[in-house]
């Protein structure tokens, strides 16, 4: 089969080393099933798996943890969709039988495990899941590892409601955009920033209440404070400067959910936080159930009834594999950047 590999990492040129190769194909195990894959998404793990910026990296490695594609094969005793349903995968690998923790040995697929951006994967017959039949394949392909961080983050963790105002800096951001998505579904108020005011425009057009460029608003946290005296839950991935921003206008009682940190570590002011009784949630990707949960919001019938689509960036040929790297990398897209595997 046709794989997308990485044989090298490099902190500079670590996406020119994305690599389209022929392999052999997998074979499902016991317990296993087998998945013709048609899309798969990027993350900005995989970018960071090539800078050499994630822990464990194993090479080569097949990376890619968003997938949809159709159910090929099954290996022996793997009960699951039948063969030729169209699927997507829940990239968390063994999360464990607690919901409030992933095990330590839990794994996100694409490195060590093969990934996504090859034409066929065997995964545990657990992880594949029908696809949400009101989505492209295109849509669908988007949602994994991006869908369930940002369920987990808002819902299971943020403890959303349609009482809440949710702030979320960066909305650009591949998982923000799926807070957005899920908070307008709850019927919360969301306030987003983003660093371009057409990312603020994509962004209304989803549904966003209230969007500040915090690029050109350089006081962007007074803006925020003064929609209803601040929010009442924020979702953040930025780290740095802007979650000891957002700390300091979440409002008495409120809730601060991590799940990132891209701009590095951040400072703590300990008075917001022990004077406004204030919550501040850790998360990484999703049990199971948390995945089942997020799928469910797709269909038109559940919640506000309101009708949720995935935003996709740029689907790239898989030959494009490093210009689609590239364009993760410096950050230009809003929403998912896909490849076209078959
Ligand atoms: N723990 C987990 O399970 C988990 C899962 C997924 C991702 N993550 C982490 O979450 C982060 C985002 O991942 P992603 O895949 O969504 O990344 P991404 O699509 O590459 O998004 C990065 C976004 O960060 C925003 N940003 C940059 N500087 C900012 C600033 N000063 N203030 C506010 N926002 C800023 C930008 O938003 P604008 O373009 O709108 O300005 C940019 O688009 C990464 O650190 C990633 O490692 C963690």
């Known amino acids: 089969m046709r794989a997308v590999r990485l044989h090298e990492i490099d902190r500079e040129r670590g996406p020119q080393n994305f690599r389209v190769e022929q392999v052999d194909d997998p074979q499902p195990q016991p317990g296993e099933t087998l998945v013709k894959i048609a899309r798969a998404a990027f993350n900005r793990r995989d970018v960071f798996i090539s800078q050499g910026l994630y822990p464990g990296i194993q090479l080569p490695c097949i990376p890619g943890s968003d997938g949809v594609g159709t159910v090929a094969a099954h290996g022996e005793g793997a009960r ?21 923790i992933w095990l330590r040995s839990a794994q996100v697929l694409g490195m060590p495990h093969q990934g996504t951006f090859a034409e066929y994967i065997a995964v545990p017959a657990g992880n594949v899941h029908p696809a949400p ?9 988007a949602i994994p590892l991006a869908g369930v961080t940002a369920y987990r983050a808002l819902v299971s963790r943020g403890g959303c409601t349609k009482d809440d105002v949710v702030l979320i800096p960066g909305v650009g951001s591949g998982v923000q955009t799926f807070v957005l998505l899920f908070a307008k579904k709850i019927g919360a108020k969301v306030i987003v920033t983003s660093s371009s005011d057409e990312k603020l425009e994509r962004a209304k057009s989803m549904g966003a209440d209230v969007a500040i460029n915090y690029k050109t608003s350089e006081k962007w946290e007074k803006e925020v404070a003064a929609v209803d ?29 991590v799940y990132g940190g891209t701009l590095g570590d951040a400072k703590l002011r300990p008075f917001s936080l022990f004077w406004k009784q204030l919550d501040i949630l850790g998360t ?20 506000s009834g309101h ?31 896909l490849l076209a595997v078959t």
């Open 133 to 141: 039949a009101s989505l492209t394949d295109d849509e669908a392909a």
């Open 307 to 337: 009708v949720i689509k995935p935003a996709v960036d740029k689907v790239y040929a898989m030959d494009e594999v490093v210009a689609a790297a590239e364009s993760v990398d410096k950050g230009a897209q809003f929403g998912k950047v």
């Open 229 to 257: 005296g601040g929010p009442s839950l924020v979702v953040d991935s930025a780290g740095g400067d802007t979650f000891f921003k957002a700390v300091n206008v979440t409002r008495y009682g409120g809730r601060v959910v």
């Open 80 to 100: 699951g969709p039948a063969v030729g349903t169209r699927v997507v995968i829940d990239p968390t690998l063994g999360w464990g039988p607690d919901q409030r």
């Open 284 to 303: 990484s990707m999703g049990s199971p159930r948390d995945f089942a949960e997020m799928l469910a919001l797709f269909d038109p019938s559940t919640g």
